[in-house]
């Protein structure tokens, strides 16, 4: 069992940043690639970053890339993300997931466990 904790979001002004921490607990983080979705009301969880536990590899929802940056620190068995340049439509639920695979997946429910959330609204 791996138990995530998500925190940071909140209310910003478009243009921008935030970072969003997920903090995981429980079987070894090391060995979990970690990705993070977002959802919209009334949509479908979409991808929007991950990073492999193998290599560090990192891959981007094209809408996110140049904009929002993923990383880990192993130490401290926590995962980030960086959101720069925020826009309106970045709005929504973000999620952190861990993956067994060595890679992280761009489809949610590859993901083994999953944080509780943390909402981030981007608006003047």
């Known amino acids: 069992q791996v138990h995530l904790v998500e925190s940071g979001g909140t209310l910003v002004q478009p243009g921008g940043s935030l970072r969003l921490s997920c903090a995981a607990s429980g079987r070894t983080f090391r060995h979990y690639a970690m990705g993070w979705f977002r959802q919209f009301p009334g949509k479908e969880r979409e991808f929007v970053a991950a990073i492999a536990w193998s290599d560090g590899k990192t891959v981007y929802a094209d809408s996110v890339k140049g904009r929002f940056t993923v990383s880990r620190d192993n130490a401290k068995n926590t995962t980030y993300l960086q959101l720069n340049n925020l826009k309106a439509e970045d709005t929504a639920v973000y999620y952190c997931?861990?993956?067994?695979?060595?890679?992280?997946?761009?489809?949610?429910?590859?993901?083994?466990?999953w944080g509780q959330g943390t909402q981030v609204t981007v608006s003047s």
């Open positions: 997931a861990a993956d067994s695979a060595p890679l992280g997946s761009m489809w949610w429910p590859e993901y083994d466990y």
